[in-house]
């Protein structure tokens, strides 16, 4: 049996695995229809392409060739997810597409390629590609995050508050928008990756995503947590406090921001939800 990952070989063996799962996404827009999944309760949840099981198969099989005893938590139902061990403690969560529908199939903004090493339940290492915008990041839990660019390499990088946009979940209420735009910021919408991540996307100073009534925000949805916090940023809950690093407390509102400034303009806002 194989060794656990660190965080460190555990990005290692996921960057290209990214790469190429963001490549076949990317080839693949516009180009294969909604096939929508049985059983789900929402258009959004029930969204499903080709793209998303070959993306997701890109990102597992380097994986289960390296580590076939850890777990997997899968957006998708793909052949390699059999191989791995039925284990929670060392697991890997993955959103080979993230926004399916109104992101990567409608185009209404940035969609994702999300990747996260949790282990007892505390995401230690992520990975998040933006495909359309070409941008890859990478992040350890206490350590330092990554920007690259397609054919690039892996350089360090920070949170900074460029620019006027805020990105922001799909569905938030008026109220909120209207509190965002008489702060003078450009309101752009995008999947929670890429709003987990927005202080790191060159323009985007602030992410907010806010879950629907009596849901929270995902164990997907926390992926980019980690290296948003490595990249020096804020990543808060309505109450400005941390937003938790265990998956499954529940939590509605996720806010992010490279300062205590920003921080309480996007306070302000969700609490107009």
């Not at 597992?60 to 580590?67: I, K, T, Y």
């Not at 907010?208 to 926390?222: D, E, H, M, N």
Request: a negative charge.
């Amino acid at each position: 049996m194989t060794e656990d990952p660190t965080p460190e070989q555990f990005i290692d063996v996921v960057r290209p695995a990214i790469r190429q799962a963001a490549a076949i996404g990317r080839a693949l827009e516009g180009r294969v229809p909604n096939q929508p999944k049985a059983g789900e309760a929402t258009d959004v949840k029930a969204a499903l392409t080709l793209a998303d099981t070959a993306a997701q198969e890109a990102i597992l099989v380097p994986l289960l060739e390296r580590w076939p005893g850890i777990g997997v938590t899968p957006e998708e139902d793909t052949p390699s997810v059999a191989g791995f061990a039925d284990r929670t403690s060392v697991r890997v969560v993955v959103d080979p597409i993230d926004g399916t529908l109104r992101s990567y199939l409608e185009a209404l903004g940035p969609y994702g390629c999300m990747v996260g090493l949790a282990v007892d339940e505390v995401y230690e290492a992520a990975l998040v590609a933006l495909p359309r915008e070409g941008l890859f990041f990478d992040g350890v839990r206490g350590g330092q995050a990554r920007r690259s660019r397609p054919g690039g390499e892996a350089r360090d990088w920070r949170a900074e508050a460029s620019g006027s946009r805020v990105l922001i979940s799909y569905d938030m209420p008026e109220p909120v928008v209207e509190r965002l735009r008489a702060a003078g910021w450009e309101v752009a919408y995008g999947c929670g990756g890429a709003i987990s991540v927005a202080p790191l996307i060159p323009g985007v100073r602030a992410g907010l995503r806010l879950a629907k009534p009596g849901q929270a925000i995902s164990i997907r949805g926390r992926i980019g947590n980690v290296i948003a916090r490595a990249a020096g940023a804020l990543v808060a809950d309505a109450s400005g406090e941390p937003f938790p690093e265990a998956l499954e407390t529940p939590h509605r509102e996720l806010l992010i921001a490279t300062d205590a400034a920003d921080l309480a303009i996007l306070r302000e806002a969700i609490a107009l939800a």
